[in-house]
């Protein structure tokens, strides 16, 4: 049985990639992580005796410490962050356990290198509609919470990638975007290696939206329809990404936990 200040794996799994998400802090030395350089998702590395200088930003944050085996670093590094005022817990087990559980974890030679303020920075085409609202999404609930998404014309993603050391994605020619049939989504669900049952009949569904393909998911006219629709409603990019965001937190949540529940009228028909 877990301790008061620690989060079991099944726990903390039920947290990742919802809004409730805690602030995940993997404090693993680096010869640990050089042997095994992965993530828990949403997760990121910082090191164990510098954890004071990260008090600023984690007040009135939930925060979960990460170690390989969640023993005395994680305990250690947590207790010293509730010494603080942050409401810290250590990941019971910790990497091992949530490995040997058979979670999905992302490897970090995929996360793009991180600006001066600690962010993964991505460049793609104004005016978003489907798969350039879900890959932010995707990645800011799984990869990097505090990932920065610059929309800019067309014409100038290359050169806005090459000044602000920014990776492109859903464009044209580039590492990040549609693979034959599959779109922009499904590239950054395999490549960040996430594919679990709730992702995958997510990005069935988004594959259906933005390939205009319906036929694949009967959710897909819906979700085009709602990019349609917040697309009308904000002109600002950043203002419909934040828009967006809940939109594919309730379609993540019902991929995840509501499949199997109908509705019908009237919902108690009289006896006969």
């Avoid at 301790?3 to 409730?20: A, C, F, H, K, W």
């Avoid at 085409?125 to 990869?143: E, T």
Wanted: with cysteine; hydrophobic share 40%; aromatic share 8%.
């Amino acid at each position: 049985m877990p301790s008061p200040t620690e989060i079991t794996v099944s726990q903390l799994s039920r947290l990742v990639g919802t809004p409730d998400a805690p602030v995940l802090i993997d404090i693993c030395i680096d010869e640990e992580f050089a042997a095994d350089p992965r993530f828990i998702p949403g997760a990121r590395r910082h090191p164990f005796n510098d954890l004071p200088a990260l008090v600023p930003e984690l007040k009135n944050r939930r925060v979960v410490v990460i170690c390989q085996k969640g023993k005395k670093l994680s305990q250690g590094a947590a207790a010293i962050l509730r010494d603080h005022g942050i409401a810290a817990e250590n990941l019971e087990g910790g990497n091992f356990a949530w490995r040997d559980a058979g979670l999905p974890l992302v490897p970090s030679d995929k996360i793009p290198a991180r600006n001066a303020e600690g962010r993964s920075v991505w460049v793609t085409r104004h005016r978003p509609k489907i798969d350039r609202i879900a890959c932010p999404w995707l990645i800011r609930r799984f990869v990097d919470p505090n990932a920065q998404f610059l929309f800019v014309s067309p014409s100038e993603i290359d050169g806005v990638a090459q000044h602000f050391n920014a990776t492109p994605f859903d464009v044209e020619n580039v590492y990040w975007s549609h693979r034959d049939e599959r779109c922009t989504f499904d590239t950054m669900v395999d490549e960040f290696c996430l594919r679990t049952e709730p992702l995958e009949r997510l990005a069935t569904i988004v594959r259906g939206a933005d390939t205009n393909r319906h036929d694949l998911a009967p959710e897909a006219a819906g979700l085009l329809a709602a990019s349609l629709g917040l697309s009308r409603m904000y002109r600002d990019d950043i203002a419909q990404l934040n828009a967006g965001m809940m939109l594919y937190d309730a379609f993540y949540r019902w991929a995840r936990d509501a499949t199997d529940e109908q509705h019908d009228w009237p919902t108690a028909k009289p006896r006969s």
